[in-house]
Structure formats: C-alpha cells, structure tokens
C-alpha cells in the first residue's frame, strides 16, 4: 500500500511564506513526477506546481517567482516553498504524485490536502 502525507499548512498573512511537504511511504518501486494541486472553494482543482523525477519543473502562471516546487528522492518527499502570499491562494492543497508500487502498476496517489489561509 502506498499513501502520501502532507504537512505545513495554516494561517499566514499577505505577503508571508509558508512550506509544504508531501512524503510517500509504502510499498514504492519508483516515483516518477510529483506535484501540488489546489482547490479554492466554489473552483475546480488546479495545477500549481509540478516536478519530474529529474528536476524539470512547470508552474501555473500565477504563482511564478514565488513558490517554488523541489523534491528530495532520498526521502520520497515533494515540498513547495511558498513566498509572498496573496489572498487569492487560499485553498487546501494536494499533493499528487505518479508511482509504480513493489507489485502494482504505476499511477496516480493523492495526499489527504492541507489548508492554506492567506487573511490578515
């Protein structure tokens, strides 16, 4: 079995940071790209963030220059360094990633979602 667990959500104020990290624990043979995805209230889930398993990385518009999506292959963790926080990023937030199990075929495993609230 394998699952994802995310952390480091919460409150900020505009104009802070906050980081957010994804690790996946279980039977893994490999993991190919990992990402985050947010869903505002009323809106469909979106792409924020992704990155393949050799560093390549795409953001959606609106966050370019300032979050930024790393991963460590080590520790089959995903973070997203987010800086100057704006309102409008308020959303819980997935992490997704792409892996092929000891003995199952590679797909998609969703994290639980972590709240992030962008409010003075």
């Known amino acids: 079995q394998v699952q994802l667990v995310e952390s480091g959500g919460g409150l900020v104020q505009p104009g802070g940071s906050l980081r957010l990290s994804c690790t996946a624990s279980?039977?893994?043979?490999?993991?190919?790209?990992m990402g985050w995805y947010r869903q505002a209230p009323g809106k469909e889930r979106e792409l924020v963030a992704v990155?393949?398993?050799?560093?390549?990385?795409n953001y959606l518009d609106s966050v370019k220059g300032r979050f930024t999506i790393s991963r460590d292959n080590a520790k089959n963790t995903v973070y997203l360094q987010m800086n100057s926080l704006k309102p409008e990023d308020t959303a819980v937030y997935y992490c997704?990633?792409?892996?092929?199990?000891?003995?199952?075929?590679?797909?998609?495993?969703w994290g639980q979602g972590t709240q992030v609230t962008v409010s003075s």
């Open positions: 279980g039977s893994i043979f490999s993991i190919n790209a």
């Open positions: 990155i393949t398993s050799g560093g390549s990385t």
């Open positions: 997704n990633a792409t892996i092929k199990g000891r003995f199952s075929d590679e797909r998609p495993y």
